[in-house]
Each structure stands twice: as structure tokens, then as C-alpha cells.
């Protein structure tokens, strides 16, 4: 059974960070496409953040220049770097494979507001 767990979350103020972090257990996480997506009250979960195995990253046009993704594969982490936040940043975030392979975890709550 695979568990992913995503912690990091907060409140934070417009222009602040914060450091997210998924942790994997229960798969072989270091051949993964892994994903972070966010999903904000009464919208769809987007993809914003993807990494490859090798660490090739993209980004969705919305945090591009803001967001950095990384990972760690003897962690079998992903972690989600995010600077300069604004309030539309608020949402709800989680990790997933970006083939959506495994349950989701329950996800960390950002919350950017002054």
C-alpha cells in the first residue's frame, strides 16, 4: 500500500515562502514521474509542478519563475520550494505520480493572506 504524505503547509503572507515536502513509502519512488498539484475550494486539482526520475522539472505558467521542485530518491521525497506567494497560491496541495498512479494523501493547506 502506498502512503503519501505532504506536510508544509501554513499561513502565510503575500510576497512570504514556504517549503512543502511528500513523502513516499510503500513503492519504488525513484522511477517515478512525480507530481504536485493543488486544488482550491470549488476548482479542479491542477497539476503545477512535475520532475522526472533524473530531475528534469516543468512547471505550470501560473507559478513558473516562483516555484521550484526537487527530490531527494534516497528519501523517496519530493519537495516543493514556493516563493513569492500570492493569495491565489491558496489551495490546498498534494503529490502524485503525474500518471495519477496512487491514492491520495490527504494533502497540506496554503493559505496566503495579509
Given at each position: 500500500?502506498?502512503?503519501?504524505?505532504?506536510?508544509?503547509g501554513?499561513?502565510?503572507q503575500?510576497?512570504?515562502?514556504?517549503?512543502?515536502?511528500c513523502?513516499v513509502s510503500?513503492s519504488?519512488?525513484n522511477?517515478?514521474?512525480m507530481?504536485?498539484?493543488?486544488q482550491?475550494?470549488?476548482?479542479?486539482?491542477?497539476l503545477v509542478?512535475g520532475?522526472?526520475?533524473?530531475?528534469i522539472?516543468n512547471?505550470?505558467?501560473?507559478?513558473?519563475?516562483?516555484?521550484?521542485?526537487?527530490?531527494?530518491?534516497?528519501?523517496?521525497?519530493?519537495?516543493l520550494q514556493m516563493?513569492?506567494l500570492k493569495?491565489?497560491d491558496?489551495?490546498?496541495y498534494?503529490c502524485?505520480t503525474?500518471?495519477?498512479?496512487w491514492?491520495w494523501g490527504q494533502?497540506?493547506q496554503v493559505?496566503?493572506?495579509s
Open positions: 500500500q502506498v502512503q503519501l504524505v505532504e506536510s508544509g501554513g499561513l502565510v503575500p510576497g512570504g515562502s514556504l517549503r512543502l515536502s513523502a510503500g519504488r519512488f522511477i517515478r514521474t507530481g504536485w498539484y493543488r482550491a475550494p470549488g476548482e479542479q486539482r491542477d509542478a520532475i522526472t526520475r533524473n530531475g522539472t512547471y505550470a505558467d501560473s507559478v513558473k519563475g516562483r516555484f521550484t521542485v526537487s527530490r531527494d530518491n534516497a528519501k523517496n521525497t519530493v519537495y516563493n513569492s493569495p491565489e491558496t489551495a490546498v498534494y502524485n503525474v500518471d495519477l498512479t491514492n494533502g497540506t493559505t496566503v493572506s
